[in-house]
């Protein structure tokens, strides 16, 4: 009973006119600065944080994280149309998506795009709602050993996103570590691999590289041949996801929702990560995973669910222990700070209004993202239609202010600029760009999580099969990898065999 | 014809006195830009931005905050240390960027690269435990480090940062053995304290003030001259007996060296009264970086400047510079 | 394209090797306490291991297919990148809306038989869009340039 009394007065809270305005306000320029690759959530919420001073609380809250979780509705849009991601958690919706609008079908992946973060954020509001108190005990036991094995499992998962050399992803995954070591060294305060350049101080940074290498690439290889008259030489086909793509997705949907859920719990994990893993996994357990890659609707819809659902799931340890899980948080932390709220603990014991009123506000949000986005399907759809000379303008310029926005730096642009060359060059060497950015946005962590880890345990390895969580991720590790290992070996062996009868 | 030329020339005369003279009276006449060097969310940013947003109305113009983090503020101070000193290029940083980190590593800048404008704030560090933690005061921390070398585990916001040092000069001269292990932010390292993978952390206050009000965490010492009005029950390492161990960190506002004094002292007033206003306070109370008497100025140069002696010999005395 | 092939992973074998020796500079440590370089140790010794492997591959491999490498087709991304360079070298200096017009411009007049005249319109009128949106509305900041220029 207490428990819908609770939503009941959450409810009474945000659905008045003022907190459905800052609502709206909030998802609107969420899905806008996701919709722009580069720009990010942290910098419009910096922004837009003094405006919070003078306004309730309770609303200011509710605008702040619309704006975060309305940047993973928008951030799909970008990665479908153009491959270009919008944030880093659509990396890899760039993989499936793009292919999809190249055949005509960005209208299906939008709108499973759109429905699926629908679905998934609604459950992770649910469970955000239900499961918070316990869930975040579970979450506090991830130590440093639990996210090197974490991150060890997400490295052997990086084999799954391969279509073509195995080899090469390999060797593009530890290029992608070796950059994601460039700057300071956390541990040790030794700077690295800099060679003297001080903007590299803090590291290269990913979004320069992804636009760079995703997009700016991609342009380049574009632009070599003459007479691409739209971006796309086929028929739209249809507006809205068929019923058929229904029945695909759904699974991949649920499947993404839980695995971003759990894994947007970790402090420090977040949606990124919970959309490589969740990509991975689908292609890893669907009938058809050779498809996967050239515009299965699955690839849409699982790491779009899974990166809304751990949006949800980052705020359990904000709400109940105060801890913030990425930047975003600190930020909503700060918010709350501001107007005399502490989040943690007490926060559902002094302020049940402001908990269940985010809350109950996320649903409401979730709603409006949809009425939102679902219309502008058919906007972006036309865009495809648009002559791809004058495209290409438009989104390099759009590329090089997204970039420019971060850190209001000249050098990310050189940065975009030359990974854009790379990218380009290692495209016609038949090189996979996916392997790369996951490599290097989980390097950091596998590096630091190691040191620490060592550090605590003194030196030695058995720390990370002491400990159950982390002895179950390496043990899951290790039997993706046996897996992988015996399932090529097939394909070798028939190889050979075709060449020998040759 | 000939009046027409000369009423001309005269309009065209007056018409650039007057701009000159506008020109020298009005500092500032378009926005200024400060540059900070964290990002978004930490302590130096929110309380910069306070300032920031709050001197608008005694400057006239707009002051945007810009963020450029790196190398824990390094990256922002080497741009500034080459911007031009025209007032209208600010930046905004914690003072151990330039009183630890210069004798640390080899930085592209020095102190004398900077004018210093005011202190906005204090960073006051604190070590703490969980709450069902075995340790109920600093005194058992150093017993158990002493009984067992090795076993002890701190975690830490960053490596060599101030309270670092201060805790290997403690573990130095009381012969201890001490496993540092360093987190990029308080907000892991107090997580890491949470789930109990580290048994003590050492944090500035925006790590564990918020905690410490929810409950979830105690608070054993810290490291000011005087005990934290927010924490009255909680004793100063000076008190425990390790004075030498007493922290100073500020936030400050600078700009390039060589800024007119004219320019600096405008801005010194600006920067005093924002921080005198309700809602400055709000936001400095929050993250317990409120400061008494804030330096301004000259004091602040010459201030920072013993701090640097002082940290070269510390860090002389600990071992970390030859 | 086998020239191409074998160019890349030579490169990658030139990288690896740099980077060993940076991280053998800055420390590698052993497994019971890595340093600093440790990973990217050996993160560079499995990069110079399979680029090998991938050159010897290559090589061995008759040439493939033939590549359109003729001016023709390299024509619009070489002067793109072109202008992607000067356009971050002049940036800081002209100011954002100056340089993105010149950018803009260069970018549509290359790939378009209409008028030049044409181009100079549609490139002010995105460069301002863009301006508006992001300036006016998500309260970005541009640098302005010497000649000041912004609205």
Redesign the interface.
């Known amino acids: 009973m207490e428990f819908y009394q609770s939503i009941l007065l959450g409810f009474q809270a945000s659905l008045q006119p003022i907190n459905l305005l800052f609502c709206f306000i909030g998802v609107f320029i969420g899905t806008l600065v996701g919709v722009l690759p580069g720009l990010g959530p942290t910098g419009t919420m910096a922004i837009l944080l003094p405006i919070t001073f003078y306004a309730p609380p309770l609303s200011s809250i509710i605008m702040l994280a619309g704006i975060y979780y309305g940047s993973q509705y928008g951030g799909s849009t970008t990665s479908i149309l153009v491959n270009i991601p919008g944030e880093p958690s659509s990396i890899v919706t760039c993989l499936d998506g793009h292919q999809m609008a190249r055949q005509g079908r960005a209208g299906p992946a939008l709108g499973i795009s759109a429905f699926g973060s629908f679905i998934a954020g609604t459950i992770g509001v649910f469970g955000l709602m239900m499961l918070a108190q316990p869930l975040v005990r579970f979450a506090l036991r991830f130590g440093p050993p639990e996210y090197f094995s974490l991150m060890i499992m997400g490295l052997i998962i990086l084999i799954y996103l391969t279509q073509k050399s195995l080899i090469k992803a390999i060797s593009m995954g530890a290029l992608g570590l070796i950059l994601s070591f460039v700057g300071m060294d956390i541990i040790s305060g030794k700077i690295r691999y800099t060679y003297d350049i001080d903007e590299l101080l803090d590291g290269i940074g990913i979004v320069p590289v992804v636009m760079g290498f995703f997009g700016i690439a991609e342009i380049f290889e574009n632009l070599e041949f003459k007479g691409i008259r739209t971006l796309y030489q086929t028929h739209i086909k249809g507006l809205l996801p068929t019923l058929k793509d229904w029945a695909d997705s759904i699974w991949a949907i649920i499947r993404g929702t839980v695995i971003g859920f759990f894994l947007g719990l970790l402090p420090g994990g977040g949606a990124p990560i919970a959309s490589f893993v969740s990509y991975a996994i689908e292609k890893r357990i669907s009938k058809h995973p050779e498809r996967f890659g050239t515009g299965v609707i699955e690839g849409v819809a699982s790491p779009e669910s899974a990166n809304n659902a751990a949006s949800s799931g980052a705020f359990v340890p904000l709400l109940t222990l105060g801890i913030p899980s990425n930047v975003v948080m600190a930020m909503l932390f700060a918010g709350l700070l501001i107007h005399n709220i502490t989040p943690g603990p007490l926060l559902l014991k002094n302020h049940p209004d402001i908990f269940w009123g985010v809350i109950t506000s996320m649903y409401i949000g979730n709603v409006m993202l949809l009425v939102l986005n679902l219309p502008l399907i058919g906007l972006w759809v036309q865009i495809t239609k648009v002559p791809f000379r004058l495209m290409f303008p438009i989104i390099i310029l759009i590329c090089i202010v997204g970039v420019y926005t971060l850190k209001n730096s000249v050098f990310d642009i050189w940065i975009m600029i030359i990974f854009g060359v790379i990218g380009y060059v290692m495209k016609k060497c038949q090189y996979e760009p996916a392997p790369l950015v996951l490599a290097y946005v989980l390097g950091p962590m596998l590096e630091k999580s190691m040191r620490q880890s060592l550090i605590i345990s003194n030196g030695s390895f058995k720390i990370f099969f002491v400990r159950p969580i982390s002895a179950i991720c390496l043990g899951i590790a290790a039997f993706l990898l046996i897996t992988a290992i015996t399932g090529i070996s097939k394909k070798k062996r028939l190889e050979v065999v075709k060449e020998l009868q040759e | 014809m000939k009046t027409g030329m000369v009423v001309f020339f005269m309009c065209f005369v007056i018409f650039f006195g007057l701009n000159a003279m506008a020109a020298e009276t009005a500092y500032p006449t378009r926005p200024i830009e400060m540059i900070i060097g964290f990002a978004p969310g930490a302590g130096t940013d929110m309380g910069a931005r306070m300032v920031a947003e709050q001197s608008k109305q005694f400057l006239g113009v707009d002051v945007v905050c810009v963020n450029k983090p790196g190398g824990a503020g390094r990256v922002a101070m080497t741009l500034m240390s080459k911007a031009k000193p025209d007032g209208y290029s600010l930046g905004a940083t914690t003072s151990s960027c330039i009183v630890a980190s210069p004798h640390l590593e080899s930085v592209p800048y020095k102190l004398e690269d900077f004018t210093y404008i005011n202190q906005y704030g204090t960073l006051n560090f604190g070590v703490s435990v969980i709450q069902g933690s075995p340790f109920k005061t600093f005194k058992d921390v150093i017993e158990f480090a002493r009984k067992n070398p090795d076993k002890l585990t701190v975690g830490i916001v960053g490596v060599n940062t101030t309270d670092h040092i201060a805790l290997q000069a403690l573990a130095l001269s009381e012969n201890l053995k001490i496993r540092f292990v360093p987190f990029d932010g308080a907000a892991p390292t107090m997580t890491a304290l949470l789930g109990g993978h580290v048994m003590v952390v050492s944090t500035a206050s925006s790590g564990y003030a918020p905690h410490v009000k929810g409950g979830t965490v105690r608070l054993l010492v810290t490291y000011g001259e005087e005990r934290m009005e927010q924490s009255p029950e909680v004793p100063t390492i000076k008190e425990m007996g390790y004075p030498s161990l007493v922290i100073q960190s500020w936030y400050a506002t600078y700009g390039p060296k060589n800024m007119e004094t004219s320019i600096v002292k405008k801005l010194e007033d600006a920067f005093g009264k924002a921080m005198m206003t309700p809602e400055f306070k709000k936001v400095a109370d929050h993250f317990e970086i409120y400061t008494k008497k804030p330096l301004f100025g000259q004091e602040l140069t010459k201030a920072l400047s013993n701090h640097y002696k002082n940290n070269g010999e510390l860090y002389r005395k600990v071992g970390l510079i030859k | 394209?086998k020239r191409?092939?074998q160019a890349?992973s030579l490169s990658?074998i030139g990288?690896?090797i740099l980077?060993i020796t940076?991280s053998l500079k800055?420390?590698v440590g052993n497994?019971?306490?890595?340093?600093?370089?440790?990973?990217?140790f050996l993160?560079?010794i499995?990069?110079l291991v399979?680029?090998f492997?991938?050159f010897i591959?290559d090589s061995k491999r008759g040439v493939g297919e033939k590549?359109?490498f003729g001016w023709?087709?390299?024509s619009?991304?070489s002067i793109?990148?072109v202008a992607?360079?000067s356009?971050?070298l002049i940036?800081?200096t002209l100011g954002f809306l100056l340089s993105?017009f010149i950018?803009?411009t260069i970018?549509?007049l290359i790939?378009?038989p209409k008028k030049w005249y044409y181009h100079i319109f549609?490139?002010f009128i995105?460069?301002n869009v863009?301006y508006l949106v992001?300036c006016k509305l998500?309260?970005?900041?541009?640098p302005v340039g010497i000649f000041r220029i912004q609205w």
């Open positions: 394209m191409l092939n890349t990658l990288l690896s980077i940076s800055i420390g497994l019971q306490a890595p340093g600093p370089g440790f990973l990217g993160a560079s499995l990069l399979l680029s492997v991938i591959q590549a359109s023709e087709n390299l619009k991304p793109i990148i992607l360079c356009y971050a940036f800081d993105s950018l803009m970018m549509l790939s378009s549609v490139a995105i460069v863009s992001l998500l309260r970005v900041v541009f």
